[in-house]
């Protein structure tokens, strides 16, 4: 070999460690070179929030993220987080359904329209107004997540009208849904 | 050189663990996740030191003043997305107006991307440089551990009382993030490597043996090689799998002895003495906030960008000389001082594959090998990357004429390096005339673009050697591109041409190091063998050891 | 209910008014498309129309909330509330639209201020041309076309239809008022029985002036004043006190002598009716025996006076029976509380029931824990037989203060409900 006095050196092991890194890193910037996503690629945060902030354009998101656990659980944080308003599960379990849901920061009311043709309306009456516009109120019910567009708010009012079928109607009845408003 | 391409050598190399393909998902959508106007979220360097990070287990270490950082963040009230959800690219700058913005009293600021911070009596200082230079890392901690749970940190952090209640914090993150890339990033293969490695070293030098770079040498790879290759079961029976391994062993000597890489053995550096070492680390971040010593990137991943996959408008390298400029470069700077296992490398490695290829289809070119390679293969080998060099420099030249027949002003930017200390100076008397003939004061553009109109037009006069030099190369090299201007998109055409010169011009000097007074292959001296010799010398090794490889299973 | 063909003019073609609901009047007063439950966003301004303080309509008719299903969308200005006003007055009564012919098509634009004052809109030339190329779509029709505008609008359109020779038959209906549409079409602003406050009060007040000077006699005058104050009533029905106290306020202040007296007459009743209801409630607590020797024997007190039995302070278990004594469903809300001197106060207990007529319910049990024994105790029972939208959120202020404030006290009395209080010292040992 040839050993210059003046040249650093290092312990076996020492080298040892550096090469194992090297090594990984080496592979890891091969692998992700010729690495080809899946087409089923993973939720991110960046899906979560896409979601969370453009629900309108990101329904398929919203209902990829009801059907893994996980996600759904990361979501509802985030919701939770970003939310002006939450309202949690009702605490008792109703047997009739209920016209009303009480909360600390608002309260959800339906009532179906005397014209009797499915329509209904959600009342969502604010307890106390935040700086920021609401514009959406989301739901979890049966980890499947749902939003609804809110209308203005006036004197802390803001009410929805939906057809009997939208979804709303069960998660309202069911005292384990989650609502949030954002 | 021979005609199999180094890739297939490459692919040829057996891998059996490494990072999943969940954690490369994760990566690489954090390396592609882009701000709302579409530039990218994260600086090269940050995906880098994700990389690095990872590479090293050092993630402990980058958490630590992360988890410092969040919990002034948490503290002033700031939701833990914005972070994830910021509109610009995430630098010192911009995390700096985040936190500002959140503020109700202005966060204490040494220095513009230094944020002084409190826990209770205990102050400390939070580099903002060093947090946006691991952006990528705090990306993916988030996708790891999920918002949930890192919103449950981000809580805690935010009602953490003192230095012990954040390293706690920190403690956890690290701790999710080590069992996730235990399952997800797997380095056996790399360990069992090393271990071959290190166990070689120490049987030729003893186990106390302190190592250095230059202990690593040209036949040390080959008795390394001739000793394992023969194993069935061995990761190294391919020559040039060993050979790139010897690279790597040398390049970590290098780095370890520069700091390069800085390795975090365990989880258990979070303790009393890992505590001490942290609070001098925080200091260290905090005092080199000015460190602008960027990491260069690697002239290798440069060699990419002139491709002919990536160019549109113009045909710089081929294909085959892209690949074969690439195996020269892996060597770096270990390139000259292992020039021989060099050689080794391009005359018997595709020999290797051959046969390999042979005994997959169940054939014998035993026999044939003899005629594989010739006595003069080592001249043809150093001959051709003596071309090789010639051709990167006739191509920088070739694209450098082609700006000037487009009277383009990169053509001033392009020739500057390529002229001699004399045209260089003509040059720069252009501009100077140019600059005392201001009457006010002028837009910087328009300066360039007079300076450029006025050497163009005065080239021949003031750089007639370059000139002619750039004619002759335009001449030899007729590749798609270069020449006259093209009909449209004329702005790509430009820039591919001006950062193909730049290119070509870093990687010349490497090539050129590999064979230039080299003493390796320089025969006048006494001492050292002809390059015809060690080749006959080195064709009977590897061909003995091949039929001893491969006779068995013929 | 047929109702005529109402045509609401807009720069995009007319729209067709399909149908009107009166919906309850928690809900906010909706414009949707028909057959399909999407809101129109100016359904806030439409709402805006209908309600008190600002609206129009329910001045008119007494209700404060409608929806209104259109045949296309209407997006912005406020043309449509002619249209919606005759809509609207047609629907309060049925049985003039009878009187308009089956194939009649009303065509309308035009704003209509908050006292009932018909302005002139814009875009003129565009709706109308908008409309000609929909009616050229329609089969002929046997009557002509009622374009009912401000007398400026209408002078617009016979410009056009001048200039374009046109032979369609048009009556012209020029209004600068609804005063004009009601004389028009014979409709009264205002449904019989109530009392209008634009115009329709006069025939009402004449009767009640007549028949109140002639008795003169407090409970007939009353009564009278009962009658006359019907949309009082009616926010009293719908538990909107606080609407209930500005009219009140209004009426006692600006209004002529009949609203005074009127306004006199229904606080009384409301002061009388809360007072009827807290005596209707009865309250019982009954100590549950346990080991400690001091709850060693049951006790039971009914609560008649503001003062708590002194050995709710014995830490025992205790429970609340709460009875309604009357003949009307009432709900009642009940909450039980414990305060040092002045810091906020420990809830013990806070339930809310509806009662029916001579029920009782017993509210789940509470113990009195020791540190309780040294701090004042308050009762707080609320009865009312009505809505309680507005009522909770003073019940919840009043039992949220370490002594219940006399005016949010007042406050309720004042809306007809029901209250008792009650307090234990911590002395009473």
Not at chain 2, 529 to 551: E, K, N, T, V, W
Not at chain 3, 38 to 63: C, K, M, N, W
Request: hydrophobic content about 40%.
């Amino acid at each position: 070999m040839t050993h210059h006095s003046d040249e650093p050196t290092i312990g076996l092991d020492d080298a040892k460690a550096h090469f194992v890194t090297l090594e990984t890193y080496r592979q890891l910037d091969t692998s992700l070179a010729a690495h080809e996503p899946d087409t089923m690629r993973q939720l991110t945060f960046a899906d979560l929030w896409a979601a969370a902030t453009a629900p309108e354009t990101h329904a398929e998101t919203i209902a990829k993220i009801g059907s893994n656990a996980k996600q759904a659980s990361r979501f509802a944080a985030l919701l939770r987080s970003m939310a002006i308003y939450t309202q949690p599960a009702q605490a008792a379990a109703a047997s009739a359904p209920m016209d009303k849901r009480i909360g600390d920061q608002f309260d959800l009311e339906l009532k179906a329209s005397s014209r009797h043709d499915g329509a209904y309306f959600l009342i969502i009456r604010l307890h106390k107004l935040a700086e920021t516009t609401p514009q959406h109120l989301y739901y979890c019910h049966n980890n499947n997540y749902n939003f609804i567009s809110l209308s203005s708010v006036h004197n802390g009012v803001s009410q929805v009208m939906v057809g009997e079928d939208n979804p709303v109607i069960d998660a309202f009845n069911d005292p384990a849904a989650e609502f949030f408003i954002k | 050189m021979s005609d199999i391409s180094y890739k297939l050598l490459h692919r040829m190399t057996v891998q059996d663990d490494g990072p999943s393909h969940e954690l490369l998902d994760l990566v690489r959508t954090i390396f592609d996740n882009t701000v709302a106007d579409g530039r990218p979220r994260h600086s090269e360097q940050a995906r880098q030191n994700l990389l690095k990070v990872l590479a090293g287990h050092s993630y402990a270490k980058v958490i630590f003043p992360v988890c410092h950082f969040l919990s002034v963040s948490a503290q002033n009230g700031v939701a833990l997305y914005h972070w994830f959800a910021m509109s610009q690219p995430v630098t010192a700058r911009s995390l700096g107006q985040g936190l500002q913005s959140a503020v109700s009293t202005p966060v204490g600021r040494r220095y513009q991307t230094v944020i002084e911070a409190s826990h209770h009596t205990q102050t400390f200082d939070v580099n903002l440089v060093h947090i946006a230079r691991h952006s990528a890392l705090l990306d993916l901690i988030l996708e790891v551990i999920g918002y949930d749970q890192l919103e449950a940190f981000y809580n805690r952090l935010a009602t953490a009382k003192n230095r012990h209640d954040v390293t706690a914090i920190s403690n956890d993150i690290s701790r999710e993030m080590y069992h996730f890339l235990k399952d997800h990033m797997a380095t056996a293969s790399a360990e069992k490597k090393a271990k071959s490695l290190r166990d070689f070293v120490a049987a030729r030098y003893g186990q106390d043996h302190r190592i250095s770079v230059s202990d690593i040498d040209d036949e040390l790879i080959v008795d390394f090689w001739i000793q394992v290759s023969l194993d069935t079961d061995s990761k190294f029976r391919l020559y040039t799998n060993c050979v790139q391994n010897w690279v790597t062993f040398r390049h970590a000597i290098r780095a370890a002895t520069s700091n390069q890489f800085q390795q975090e053995a365990s989880l258990d550096a979070l303790n009393e003495q890992g505590q001490a070492a942290l609070d001098r680390i925080d200091q260290q971040t905090a005092e080199t906030m000015f460190d602008d010593a960027s990491d260069d990137a690697l002239i290798g991943s440069q060699l990419g960008k002139i491709s002919p996959a990536e160019l549109q408008m113009i045909k710089l390298v081929t294909a085959t000389e892209h690949d074969q400029i690439a195996q020269l470069l892996d060597f770096g700077d270990d390139g000259p001082a292992l020039i021989i296992t060099i050689l080794r490398l391009v005359t018997f490695g595709p020999v290797q594959a051959r046969l390999i290829e042979a005994s997959r289809q169940k054939k014998t070119q035993l026999s044939a090998m003899d005629g594989f390679v010739d006595t003069t293969a080592y001249d043809v080998a150093i001959d051709q990357i003596k071309q090789l060099h010639d051709t990167i420099q006739g191509l920088a030249e070739a694209a450098a004429f082609s700006l000037y027949l487009a009277r383009s002003p990169a053509f001033v930017y392009a020739a500057l390096p390529l002229a001699d200390a004399t045209e260089q100076k003509a040059m720069r008397d252009v501009g100077a005339i140019v600059r005392s003939r201001l009457t006010g004061p002028i837009d910087e553009q328009e300066l360039i673009a007079q300076i450029s109109a006025a050497l163009l037009d005065s080239a021949a006069d003031v750089m007639p050697r370059l000139l002619h030099r750039l004619q002759q190369a335009r001449k030899k090299f007729r590749r798609k591109g270069l020449g006259k201007l093209p009909t449209e998109d004329v702005e790509t055409w430009t820039a591919e041409l001006a950062n193909g010169i730049e290119i070509l011009s870093r990687l010349a000097p490497p090539l050129n190091r590999l064979v230039s007074n080299n003493p390796a292959i320089i025969t006048a001296q006494s001492n050292t063998p002809s390059l015809q010799a060690r080749c006959i010398a080195d064709r009977d090794l590897f061909f003995d050891h091949f039929r001893q490889i491969y006779g068995q299973t013929a | 209910m047929t109702l005529p063909t109402i045509w609401i003019a807009t720069t995009r073609g007319p729209v067709e008014v399909v149908s009107i609901t009166e919906e309850d009047p928690d809900i906010r007063s909706v414009l949707c498309l028909s057959d399909s439950f999407q809101e129109l966003p100016i359904s806030p301004l439409y709402d805006a129309f209908v309600r008190r303080p600002t609206g129009l309509i329910e001045q008119i008719t007494g209700h404060p909330s409608y929806r209104i299903d259109l045949s296309g969308p209407i997006t912005q200005g406020h043309s449509w509330q002619l249209g919606l006003t005759i809509m609207h007055l047609f629907h309060a009564e049925p049985d003039k639209s009878a009187a308009v012919s089956p194939h009649a098509l009303m065509w309308t634009t035009g704003k209509v201020t908050p006292k009932g004052i018909v302005q002139p809109v814009e875009e003129i030339d565009q709706k109308w041309k908008m409309t000609r190329a929909a009616l050229d779509k329609k089969p002929g029709f046997a009557d002509p076309v009622l374009v009912i505008a401000h007398p400026e609008n209408i002078a617009e359109i016979q410009a056009i239809e001048q200039d374009n020779g046109s032979q369609l038959a048009i009556t012209w209906v020029p209004v600068t008022s609804i005063t004009d549409i009601a004389t028009y079409f014979n409709l009264t602003i205002g449904i019989a029985g109530t009392a209008p406050v634009v115009g329709g009060r006069w025939p009402v007040k004449r009767v009640i002036a007549a028949v109140a000077f002639g008795l003169a006699c407090i409970a007939v005058g009353s009564h009278l004043a009962m009658g006359f104050t019907a949309p009082l009533t009616r926010l009293d029905a719908e538990g909107r006190y606080r609407e209930l106290f500005m009219e009140l306020r209004e009426m006692r202040q600006d209004g002529n002598w009949l609203d005074v007296n009127g306004a006199f007459f229904f606080e009384k009743y409301l002061r009388h009716r809360a007072a009827g209801l807290g005596a209707d409630v009865h309250i019982e607590i009954q100590l549950i025996p346990g080991q400690d020797a001091a709850c060693a024997a049951p006790r039971t007190a009914t609560i008649t006076t503001n003062t708590l039995p002194g050995w709710i302070n014995n830490g025992c278990r205790f429970q609340l029976t709460l009875g309604n004594r009357s003949d009307q469903p009432i709900g009642v809300w009940a909450a039980l509380y414990s305060h040092q001197d002045n810091a906020t106060p420990n809830m013990i207990l806070r339930n809310h029931a509806a009662l029916p007529p001579k029920q009782s319910v017993t509210l789940p049990s509470f113990t009195m824990d020791r540190p309780m024994k040294s701090a004042a105790k308050t009762l707080l029972v609320m009865a009312s037989m009505r809505p309680d939208s507005e009522l909770l959120p003073w019940f919840n202020a009043l039992s949220s203060t370490p002594r219940p404030a006399t005016q949010m006290m007042r406050r309720i009395e004042k809306s007809g409900t029901g209250l008792r209080f009650a307090q234990g010292s911590a002395t009473d040992n």
